[in-house]
């Protein structure tokens, strides 16, 4: 349990997460150094308690915003390539101005400047972000941005922005409580990555113990089998019965030996994600639809990093390669799209698209219809989309060929894994 940390004044929503806001600002209520000293206090226990790390970031901006004056305040996180930042979430903002910066680059005015030069950054220059957006919010509600790097042990992780209605800058004390608390969330993001690759490491070895296990049991069995289905066709051909009847009672022998043992490795072994992570196993997948068909796929992912648990990575990277099969068995297409990313209400959607001649049936068996055998495969997709606790859904496509969309809600919200 974190301590408890002092209330905002009403008005001041935080995003529980990605999309959520609220269009009161946040205001300075009780003293800095107070308020300053239980952020602290939370966020230190916070890091302590293993805590889900999404929300932990996001349950200190308030806070934050609230002693630093702000009016309201985004979270973003580097992504692999260190080319782009991606939003978690946000406090004090308009929905408009959360659907326009999901994703900005790291090179962009204040953000760009802060990961650059590795320090806090203030700037009233918003002819940015005011590109980006719709409405009046920057040059009228905000007016000056402060953009705090996440860093730790040199590297820049992602940063907290700021953002203020007046044009004065916060005190010296707020700017280093803001460097103070950058520096804590920096090694929470280190530490969830350490967590990440010693994941991929264990999933290295289980993958190895397994095909361990396969050779020893599975394969050897059928190696066995492999060698007498030639003596059993040579006793066949003989009219040797006695021989054959002795082949034929090793080769059972050995087929039931492999199906308990492979009903053994399915009872101990499940779908391990894959050790690269998500973006990677679309890209596999991608790569095999090519060499299967010739035909390219186009490929975005504005996932956030850490955005899904790993049990989700591996439901939504099955549920890709099976509409990526199901294109290359049926659909004869010559382009594909597959997106995935953040609904405007903050869902997880993935998106595969075709244009060639579509599922048949598609949208019957997605109203329950058809449960021929030719679409296995979908409901094998919903079974997936149920277990992320989300909606498949099979349409056609508006301009010639199939869409498959799979929504479910992220971690921590309800009804997320």
């Known amino acids: 349990m974190l301590p408890v940390l002092p209330e905002p004044p009403s008005g001041a929503a935080a995003a529980a997460r990605p999309g959520a806001s609220a269009g009161a ?95 806090p950054q203030w700037t009233d220059d918003l002819a940015p972000c005011t590109h980006r957006t719709t409405g009046h919010y920057f040059g009228e509600d905000c007016r000056r941005v402060l953009a705090v790097p996440l860093r730790y042990r040199g590297r820049t992780l992602g940063l907290v922005n700021l953002f203020f209605e007046q044009g004065r800058q916060p005190a010296e004390d707020v700017l280093a409580l803001c460097k103070t608390v950058g520096e804590l969330l920096g090694l929470a993001l280190h530490n969830a990555q350490l967590e990440r690759e010693n994941l991929r490491a264990t999933v290295l070895h289980e993958r190895q113990a397994l095909a361990a296990d396969l050779h020893d049991s599975i394969g050897q069995s059928l190696t066995f089998v492999k060698l007498r289905l030639p003596l059993l066709h040579d006793a066949i051909d003989a009219r040797d019965s006695a ?108 998106t595969v698209e075709d244009d060639g001649r579509g599922l048949a049936r598609a949208a019957d068996d997605d109203a329950g219809g058809s449960r021929s055998e030719s679409h296995y495969g979908l409901a094998i997709m919903r079974e997936r989309a149920a277990r992320l606790g989300g909606t498949l859904q099979v349409a056609p496509r508006e301009t010639g060929g199939t869409r498959v969309t799979l929504r479910f809600p992220p971690p921590g919200a309800p009804g997320g894994s």
């Open 243 to 350: 021989g054959a009847a002795r082949l034929f009672e090793d080769v059972r022998q050995a087929v039931g030996q492999a199906h308990g043992s492979l009903r053994g490795l399915l009872t101990q072994y499940r779908t391990p994600p894959d050790p690269l992570g998500l973006d990677h196993a679309l890209r596999q997948a991608a790569e095999q639809l090519r060499r299967a068909t010739g035909v390219v796929l186009d490929l975005h992912n504005a996932l956030p990093p850490h955005a899904l648990a790993a049990e989700q990575e591996v439901q939504v990277a099955l549920v890709a390669q099976e509409a990526l099969n199901n294109i290359a068995r049926h659909a004869g297409a010559s382009r594909v799209w597959l997106t995935l990313g953040m609904t405007p209400a903050s869902d997880v959607q993935l």
């Open 25 to 119: 600002p946040v205001v300075p209520g009780a003293p800095a150094t107070t308020d300053a000293s239980a952020l602290l206090a939370a966020l230190t226990a916070g890091l302590a308690s293993g805590d889900d790390l999404a929300a932990l970031l996001l349950r200190f901006l308030e806070p934050l915003a609230h002693i630093a004056g702000a009016r309201g305040g985004a979270l973003r996180l580097l992504d692999e390539q260190a080319a782009g930042l991606h939003l978690v979430g946000g406090v004090g903002l308009p929905d408009e101005v959360l659907a326009a910066e999901r994703v900005v680059d790291a090179g962009c005015g204040v953000c760009g400047a802060a990961l650059s030069s590795h320090e």
